[in-house]
T-cell receptor, first 110, second 117 residues
Framework: GENVEQHPSTLSVQEGDSAVIKCTYS??????FPWYKQELGKGPQLIID?????GEKKDQRIAVTLNKTAKHFSLHITETQPEDSAVYFC?????????FGKGTRLSVIA | KAGVTQTPRYLIKTRGQQVTLSCSPI?????VSWYQQTPGQGLQFLFE???????NKGNFPGRFSGRQFSNSRSEMNVSTLELGDSALYLC????????????????FGPGTRLTVL
């Protein structure tokens, strides 16, 4: 089955700097790669996703890139703000349930 | 559009008891998936229901079961609770229509925090 590895597990950045979180997956049939943000006491919130027919997708300060050959995808957050502090999860799937990475705790220091 | 709702938000039970959790998906969504979230194991898939039928199932023991009603609302039940069942149980809804671009897009509820003593 699918296996998703996520790095780093924790990440601290200064406000205004960029943050990058990376994930690798094992199943070459996976074609959908969402990113979720989870704040304390809340469920995961879908923030951006990418499908295998696209290499990059951007939404304001967040962007996701996908390299299907290498089987990895990354989340980029620019101009980080304190409200970006949360746990971020990547996931992968192919018409199957989402398989999640273990999460990255991002702390943005003001 | 209202989001995914889950009830109750918090539950405390003792070992050996059973528990039922409820999830109401986004209006128009026909697929409901359940996940267990723990600090050690992360987010793990329990099962998915689509049009009242279980469509996918994860690697959890038979003590974990679920069902879906004709209005797409779903319940999950855990019988003979164990200490290790303490977790945040998350429900996610999606259109679930095979072949559609939105097939995989899942939206999560706030979860039910279950504590087993």
């Amino acid at each position: 089955g699918e296996n998703v590895e996520q790095h780093p597990s924790t990440l601290s950045v200064q406000e205004g700097d960029s943050a990058v979180i990376k994930c690798t997956y094992s199943d070459s049939a996976s074609n959908y790669f969402p990113w979720y943000k989870q704040e304390l006491g809340k469920g995961p919130q879908l923030i951006i996703d990418i499908r295998s027919n696209v290499g990059e997708k951007k939404d304001q300060r967040i962007a996701v890139t996908l390299n299907k050959t290498a089987k990895h995808f990354s989340l980029h957050i620019t101009e980080t703000q304190p409200e970006d502090s949360a746990v971020y999860f990547c996931a992968a799937s192919n018409r199957t349930p989402l398989v999640f990475g273990k999460g990255t705790r991002l702390s943005v220091i003001a | 559009k209202a989001g995914v709702t889950q009830t109750p938000r918090y539950l405390i039970k003792t070992r050996g008891q059973q528990v039922t959790l409820s999830c109401s998906p986004i209006s128009g969504h026909r697929s409901v998936s359940w996940y267990q979230q723990t600090p050690g194991q992360g987010l793990q898939f329990l099962f998915e229901y689509f049009s009242e039928t279980q469509r996918n199932k994860g690697n959890f023991p038979g003590r974990f079961s679920g069902r879906q009603f004709s209005n797409s609302r779903s319940e999950m039940n855990v019988s003979t609770l164990e200490l290790g069942d303490s977790a945040l149980y998350l429900c996610a809804s999606s259109h679930g229509l095979a072949g559609g671009l939105a097939y995989n897009e899942q939206f999560f509820g706030p979860g039910t925090r279950l504590t087993v003593l």
